[in-house]
């Protein structure tokens, strides 16, 4: 059996960071799928427009070795998202705000019991962040 392992971000100015975490995730599973979030969502959660749009980002993730299947994240429905690709576990950042807990319950609800949640490492927090890199890039 393949084992689907799913994992979601903004991706926005891709980072060695991005890359510890597709790694970390792949070690739970075969196949790793990555949703990229929409420019709306990216917006609405990080308070500003991303760099690059979600074509690009789109393209960028898919791009990437470790990753096997890149999506585009849903508008509005995000656990109606993960029952379309049915992952065995889905990997969360160390910094994305939902908790084990809440994501168990909205899994539950899509018919997505046997699903794991996996919260994984941050990379370096001093220097992998997104924001963190965008900054220091701007100031040097």
Known sequence: ?????MVFGAFDGLH?????F???AKKY???LIVSVGTDNNVAA???KKPLFNQKERLALIASVELVDKSVLGAERDFYEEMRRHKPHIICLGYDQWVTEADARVK????GLNKTKVIRLKPYKTSKAKSTIVKKDSVDW
């Open 16 to 20: 060695p960071g991005h890359l510890d």
């Open 107 to 110: 899994l539950d609800r899509v």
């Open 45 to 47: 959660i990080k308070g």
């Open 22 to 24: 597709f790694k970390q």
């Open 1 to 5: 059996m393949i084992r689907r392992v």
């Open 29 to 31: 599973g075969d196949f």
